[in-house]
């Protein structure tokens, strides 16, 4: 397994071809833990007033999408609306694919668990 910055998209990527590849040549399964910081609170209830202003103000500095923009930017493009409307694309065909999927059958809601917490007898 490996860790990486989950606010680096570059870092996030080649750390997943690594361990993609590691799967593929059949050396078994791996996990990536991506670090990050949840911006929002838990709901569109909560405004986290238990949230330190500047941590979040320093969380925010550290945006995956405006820091590959800068990237690019060195490079001579100017994509950071594109990647950021395409991120938003994403996030609502997500939303939608969500809200038009059935709900599964209430016998598996157990399913596929780490450990269930109603053992059988």
């Not at 997943?16 to 593929?24: E, F, G, K, M």
């Not at 007033?49 to 923009?69: M, N, Q, S, T």
């Not at 809200?99 to 007898?121: C, D, K, Q, R």
Request: aromatic letters at 6%; charged letters at 30%.
């Amino acid at each position: 397994g490996e860790e990486a910055d989950g606010n680096d998209v570059e870092a996030v990527f080649e750390a997943a071809q690594r361990l993609a590849a590691h799967c593929r040549d059949g050396r078994g399964p791996a996990l990536l833990e991506c670090r990050t910081y949840r911006m929002h609170g838990h709901g569109e209830h909560d405004p986290q007033h238990y949230v330190d202003k500047a941590e979040l103000a320093a969380w925010a500095g550290r945006d995956p999408i405006a820091r590959f923009a800068v990237r690019l930017r060195a490079e001579g493009l100017d994509q950071e609306a594109a990647l950021r409307e395409r991120a938003a694309g994403l996030v609502e065909a997500a939303l939608a694919f969500a809200e038009e999927s059935p709900a599964p059958p209430a016998e598996e809601a157990l399913l596929h668990l780490y450990v269930n917490p109603i053992a059988e007898g």
